[in-house]
């Protein structure tokens, strides 16, 4: 018997939850390493709470559409032909083969397999060689309908429907953020990737700016000043932090055509997680997300996109700001995966031991609060 089999890694982290802040320490190691709490967070976490799949401006137009496996469940998320946002089971009413993969733009969903057709509302529109059976009534069939809702622009979707609406979930954290004007970014960039780390690490990486000058000492390390950190009690939704940049750093700072953006918030940038696993900095120049899921307790998958406030988007050298940004954030990014697949070999390791916490780690103590309640 291993040491994870042991001990109970949920009522070891209920008991690191209950601790007061003055001695907040890490999770246990076995609640990133065990398959049976990955299990469980796929069942009282991700089948229950709004996970977000990227931004809605990517479907642009009616017909596009993306696909996502949420919980074990396949979504296609889509806009219709009134324009709105939707979600829906992908998989076909017929002998259920999954209907779309990957992302693009259709007219009606064809099942792959037998040619099953469905209009983007979901209503089966055709199915051939059908009339003689006599249970198969074509009106009325139709893709089971999917919770979906955008908020600032991100598209959430959830499997359960006593989820709280996002928008009443995240008033406050709306508020928050208001003067970004975040509705309006546009994105320009937007991939899919698997770390070989458990979600929670990368989560908790995400949350704490602690980590600036070290792991990133060849990127953005030296234009944060950490001690400047102001770092407000988690919500029960969501944590958030906030850092000024240098303005040297001039796509983290207001563009100089921008007029909203006034005194600090000019070179303000907000790092916040939406529970459980949306995380996202934005800057008054630039923004960029994850958003994430288990695989495994070893594997975290991962969406990662971003792009620009409407100032930068519009400046006349936006293209090859683009690419700046993107050179800068996949080089963040690989110092990130480094740092966080290295703790994910630690805490699997046997003389892993959870140690204690910086009060610029308040954003974990929290998150492990909302874990604990969770799980
Ligand atoms: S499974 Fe879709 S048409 Fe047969
Ligand atoms: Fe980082």
């Not at 829906?88 to 779309?100: D, G, K, Q, Y």
């Not at 057709?117 to 059908?130: C, E, K, R, T």
């Not at 004007?181 to 070989?196: I, T």
Request: with cysteine.
């Amino acid at each position: 018997m291993t040491r994870m089999d042991a001990l109970d890694p949920i009522a070891e982290l209920k008991a690191t939850a209950a601790r007061p802040f003055s001695q907040a320490m890490a999770m246990p190691p076995a609640i990133y390493t065990s398959e049976a709490v990955c299990a469980a967070e796929k069942d009282r976490i991700f089948a229950r709470d709004w996970i977000c799949v990227g931004r809605a401006s990517r479907l642009a137009k009616p017909g596009d559409y993306l696909t996502y496996d949420l919980a074990g469940q396949p979504v296609i998320v889509l806009r219709d032909k009134a324009g709105e946002i939707r979600a829906m089971s992908n998989v076909c009413l017929h002998r259920m083969s999954t209907l779309l993969t990957g992302t693009g733009r259709r007219k009606v969903i064809t099942c792959p397999y037998h040619a099953w057709m469905y209009d983007l509302d979901g209503s089966l529109i055709d199915a051939s060689f059908m009339d003689r059976n006599e249970c198969f009534h074509r009106e009325g069939m139709k893709l089971p309908a999917i919770r979906c809702e955008v908020w600032l622009g991100w598209i959430f979707v959830t499997l359960s429907p006593e989820a709280e609406p996002v928008a009443a979930r995240l008033a406050k954290l709306a508020e928050e953020i208001a003067p970004f004007g975040m509705a309006d970014y546009v994105e320009f960039f937007r991939e899919e990737h698997v770390w070989d780390t458990n979600w929670k690490v990368l989560a908790e990486n995400f949350m704490e700016s602690y980590h600036l000058p070290a792991c990133h000492a060849a990127t953005i390390g030296g234009v944060s000043n950490i001690a400047d950190f102001d770092l407000p009690e988690g919500e029960p939704a969501y944590n958030i932090h906030f850092i000024s940049k240098d303005p040297k750093f001039r796509l983290a700072c207001a563009h100089p055509s921008n007029t909203t953006l006034t005194g600090e918030w000019r070179t303000r940038n907000a790092i916040f997680s939406v529970y459980p696993s949306l995380m996202i900095t934005v800057t008054p120049g630039y923004f960029w997300y994850l958003s994430m899921q288990p695989v495994t307790a070893g594997q975290v998958h991962i969406i990662f996109g971003g792009g620009f406030s409407p100032d930068f988007a519009a400046d006349p050298e936006a293209e090859s700001l683009i690419a700046e940004v993107k050179a800068l954030l996949d080089a963040v990014n690989v110092e990130d995966r480094g740092c966080t697949e290295r703790v994910f070999r630690g805490v699997s390791s046997r003389l892993a031991a959870a140690g204690p916490m910086s009060h610029l780690e308040r954003p974990l103590y929290d998150f492990a609060r909302y874990l604990a309640e969770r799980l």
